[in-house]
């Protein structure tokens, strides 16, 4: 027989345990809501399932299949846009020619489903609705029979005054493929709010069967607590996975109980469970796979889903945890606390009765929380990105947020400080920066606001002038619904990470100075300063040379804040230049895409003779650079073209270069005698190495450079520059250069890595190539035949890098699969 599981919700009120995964795979002792479903139909001969899918369809898919593991088959409906309960099984009708049953993939029930089939078939209805008696009908349809079961009126959600039946709709139905003629297409149609009461109003047969059985909502937090208690009650028949080893405790494969672990039952222990020495588990405790309870925990009706870690001595009393949480020690959740997955929870925390945390965020050890953290994309345990403070505008990172971060901020300098706050040209910068300027005022920090400017001239001007750091903020590359925030310290660059913690530090204890009415700080505007910066970077070149040269260049804005300080600075060199978008556009600069933009940079390379041309980035910091036949170069071809003319021009030089570098880049400082100081692969250290006084040169792999003798950070405009005037020393042509540089052959893998094996993997493959010749800046780096290894664990996910260069792309994709096999088998 045919049935129809309706898997399409998104389960909105159950969030946050929905916001990774769609209500149907939502877990109820330990197995998907939706597999308790398929398990039902098959017990009463429905083997031919069609499932409607829309909110994350993918995973339901994975996980079920074919259906041949459970002994049905099962295909797939896919909503493109919301169709209503109606409107999806419609949207399978091309598989529904004979009479079929439709159900939620989301509700709890043992309903008799042959029941309800046989009385349909008898009284020869369109659709038979199953009722269930519900002591609180009000949620629910009310819907009114006759004594034979014909339907005589539908009440929708109806309050007490009109509760004439306490007999609802479960969703469940059996229909004919007749009932197609009566669903109109193209938009969003319910059963019973359109449907049913059509076929009513038409005459049509239309039945109600008052089932037999146990039927519940899983549609909250509460339901689905209540579900686990009703389960464990044997209120309701599901198949209860694990061994029953008292009447009341079950036990899943492979799990270990401590002897001197105490267990009141009901109690269901997952798969491969660790339960620690004093652990208490109290009676309706449900764990999932992989779950470890620490030493003396007490959790009493607590729902923990699988992969989650409880520390010593965690209390539970009501709570739901998520997947692959982290719960340290001494961690307390109160009565109706729910954590969404890979939640962080420091020692001693304690969540008040009712608070929702969503995934992915992390509480502070010790930290009290009384109100839901919903949008913030993370905690105070970590709340900068190795970009800064990200987030989507307005959702993640707030305006709310945002004053209390800089309140934070401004918290860290001395009262009556300056900092040198900018944005890029787009609306979210702007009302995101204002609220930066409030928070700072509010800690008693006066605000040098450029208004909209790039980040290398920001950079400039708090080393210029009198400024203790600066803040700016933009859109995030390559994301325009996110935003970056980004913390400057007194000489210009990104914050270190210690200062980072201090920041934290005060943003989770909400220690803010603020500061009294006559102290509140000021607010100036620094006049000319694009000219300064421009002054400035003319000073730190040839500028003589470069004019002589006479180049040719064609230059593409990006729709950034660029076009705000570039015609300064190429009227300064006597250059030629053809330039596309040379404006600051948000709408456009959303739709921007790198590689058709350097395409079209390299095809007017062509057509106009150029001697170079480049697509500088919106946030002005990197450039893709074409050469004179447009050749669109790679950033590793960037990086070896500019080091070579550097390490040619500059005796003795000595380069700041990513761990990640290829190894061609040693061969051109060993034939030029220059020296390598390796740095970590974050852009805040390598503009740390590159603020020392012997560095000539620094780089990323990400066609960021910097030239230190002007600025230590990564600039756009004074990489172009300083591009032209080693150009017109050495009188070369960048197609030449780049015709002799050697191929570059780098592979990367990622592998996930729990964050609480990422530790015992650095040191287990420390121990495993001690014989090796390593270099540790920044993870591991295994120097090999022709190449290297690194493998660097990720600091905000919970993943390792690999990467690997070899002579050959084969070759490095070889090696790079070898050390990801290694990953794998230490994670196993």
Not at 435 to 461: C, E, K, M, S, W
Not at 475 to 503: C, H, M, T, W
Not at 705 to 734: E, Q, S
Request: aromatic share 6%.
């Amino acid at each position: 027989m045919k049935a129809v599981i309706m898997a399409g919700g998104e389960g909105t009120r159950l969030r946050p345990l929905t916001s990774r995964q769609p209500k149907p795979m939502i877990p109820i002792v330990n197995r998907p809501m939706m597999e308790h479903i398929v398990l039902l139909l098959k017990e009463h001969g429905f083997d031919d399932i069609v499932v409607t899918v829309a909110f994350m369809a993918n995973a339901i898919r994975a996980y079920f299949g074919d259906g041949s593991e459970m002994g049905v088959k099962l295909s797939y409906a896919t909503e493109e846009t919301p169709l209503g309960t109606a409107g999806s099984v419609l949207n399978a009708a091309d598989q529904l020619n004979e009479p079929f049953l439709v159900i939620s993939g989301d509700v709890l029930t043992d309903i008799d489903l042959s029941a309800v089939w046989s009385f349909h078939q008898e009284r020869g209805a369109m659709a038979t609705i199953a009722l269930a008696a519900m002591e609180d009908p009000l949620e629910f349809g009310i819907v009114i029979t006759a004594e034979d079961g014909s339907i005589e009126r539908f009440l929708e959600k109806p309050n007490w005054g009109q509760v004439f039946s306490d007999t609802v709709n479960t969703g469940i139905y059996v229909l004919e493929p007749e009932i197609f003629d009566h669903i109109p297409g193209g938009r969003s149609v319910d059963f019973s709010g359109e449907v049913f009461p059509a076929l009513l109003a038409a005459g049509k047969p239309l039945y109600g069967f008052v089932a037999q059985g146990y039927w519940g909502d899983v549609g909250t937090v509460e339901g689905y607590g209540r579900a686990h208690l009703d389960v464990l009650d044997a209120k309701v028949k599901v198949d209860v996975p694990g061994f029953r080893i008292r009447n009341d405790v079950w036990l899943g494969e492979d799990a270990e109980v401590d002897p001197s672990a105490r267990i009141d039952g009901p109690v269901l222990i997952g798969d491969h469970c660790r339960i620690g020495p004093g652990a208490h588990l109290s009676q309706y405790t449900v764990l999932g796979a992989n779950v470890r309870v620490g030493s003396n925990c007490f959790l009493e009706r607590a729902i923990v889903h699988e992969n989650s870690y409880l520390g010593p001595a965690v209390r539970l009393r009501g709570a739901v945890v998520g997947r692959s949480c982290d719960l340290r020690r001494g961690v307390a959740c109160e009565d109706g606390v729910v954590l969404g997955d890979e939640c962080f929870v420091g020692e001693h925390a304690l969540i008040n009765p009712g608070v929702k945390v969503y995934p992915s965020k992390e509480v502070e050890a010790g930290a009290v929380v009384n109100t839901s953290i919903v949008w913030e994309s993370r905690g105070a345990r970590q709340l900068f990105s190795p970009l800064g403070l990200a987030g989507l505008a307005n959702v993640d990172v707030t305006p709310e947020l945002v004053v209390r971060v800089a309140m934070a901020y401004g918290t860290t300098l001395p009262k009556g400080s300056t900092v040198t706050a900018s944005r890029d040209p787009s609306r979210a910068a702007r009302v995101l920066k204002r609220a930066v300027v409030v928070g700072l005022n509010a800690a008693g920090i006066n605000v040098d606001d450029l208004q909209a400017a790039t980040v290398p001239v920001t950079r400039y001007q708090i080393r210029s002038g009198s400024g203790q750091g600066g803040i700016t903020v933009g859109l995030a590359p390559g994301d325009p619904q996110s935003v970056v925030i980004r913390f400057l310290g007194q000489n210009g660059i990104d914050l270190d990470e210690g200062a980072q913690r201090k920041i934290e530090r005060s943003f989770a204890r909400e220690d803010f100075r603020r500061a009294l009415a006559g102290e509140i700080g000021d607010i100036g505007f620094p006049p000319r300063a694009y000219e300064q910066y421009t002054a400035a970077m003319m000073a730190s070149i040839d500028l003589t040379a470069v004019r002589r040269a006479r180049f040719k260049v064609v230059l593409d804005y990006a729709y950034g804040p660029a076009s705000f300080v570039m015609p300064n600075v190429l009227a300064k060199l006597g250059a030629e230049v053809l330039t596309v978008n040379p404006y600051a556009s948000t709408s456009e600069a959303i739709g921007f895409e790198l590689g058709s933009h350097a395409d079209r940079v390299g095809e007017l390379v062509r057509a106009s003779g150029a001697h170079l041309g480049a697509v500088i980035d919106p946030d002005a910091e990197r450039l893709r650079l074409v050469d004179d036949t447009g050749h669109v170069l790679s950033d590793d071809e960037a990086l070896l073209a500019l080091l070579t003319l550097v390490v040619d021009t500059t005796a003795d030089a000595t380069v700041a270069l990513p761990v990640a570098a290829s190894q061609a880049a040693e061969a051109i400082c060993d034939r030029a005698g220059a020296h390598i100081v390796w740095t970590k692969l974050s852009a805040a250290h390598l503009m740390e190495v590159a603020s020392r006084d012997d560095v000539t040169f620094a780089a990323s792999r990400d066609g960021g450079f910097a030239f230190p003798v002007f600025l230590p950070a990564y600039d756009a405009a004074a990489t172009l520059v300083n591009l032209m005037a080693l150009m017109a020393a050495t009188g070369l042509r960048l197609s030449k250069l780049v015709a002799q540089l050697p191929t570059v052959h780098i592979a990367r893998q990622d592998v996930p890595t729990p964050w609480e094996h990422k530790g015992l993997v650095m040191r287990t493959l420390v121990d495993a190539m001690s014989e090796r010749e390593l270099i540790l800046v920044d993870g591991i780096k295994v120097i090999e035949d022709g190449g290297w290894a690194l493998v660097l664990p990720d600091p905000v996910e919970p993943v390792s890098h690999v990467w690997a260069e070899a002579p050959s792309q084969a070759e490095a994709e070889a090696r790079v699969a070898d050390y990801a096999n290694r990953l794998h088998q230490l994670l196993s």
